[in-house]
């Protein structure tokens, strides 16, 4: 099982990657590029979990390298999970990739990470609410300090592909 880590850059991918695989970590460069990512392992009830920190994008249509190799790593992993991890103090920002990624037919985990500092900025999340109307399972992180990642792990099988009409309809009733 192979799951990647996207978001937009400086969201906290990198913390969450390395709280999910501890020392296991190996740092390369994209073919062709210098565009680096990082590949580890974890496992997940007894399942050994290959885990890529894809390079920062703000969405799938690329406007410069590490763009592109995001878009090239999701596009040759068809298979993956993908964990959109956004700024939870900006969940409007990342919820615009989360639903590409939804869009183009992936199992999706939404990790809300920074909730301390949404939560320093009385930002109020329904993360239930959230989940219920994404159709996804949704998880509040602070990576820093290691909160909800062990949920956040324990939601990866849970994953599965939706259709975003399947969103519209349960925001439109």
Known sequence: ??????????????????????????????????????????RVEGEDVTVIDVPGTFSLEPKDSAE???????????????????????????????????????????????WDIAKDKMIDIDVKKLSRIMGIPVVSTIAISGDGIRKLASLIKEAKPIKVDEIVERVGS
């Open 1 to 42: 099982m192979r799951v990647l880590l996207m978001g937009h850059p400086n969201v906290g991918k990198s913390v969450v990657f390395n709280r999910l695989t501890g020392v296991d970590v190996i740092a390369s460069n994209y073919p062709g590029t210098t565009v680096e990512y990082a590949q580890g392992s974890t």
């Open 68 to 114: 592109k190799v995001a878009v090239e790593m999701l596009e040759q992993e068809r298979g993956a999970v993908v964990i959109s991890v956004i700024d939870s103090s900006k969940v409007e920002r990342g919820l615009y990739l989360t639903l590409e990624l939804i869009e183009r037919g992936y199992p999706v985990i939404l990790a809300l990470n920074m």
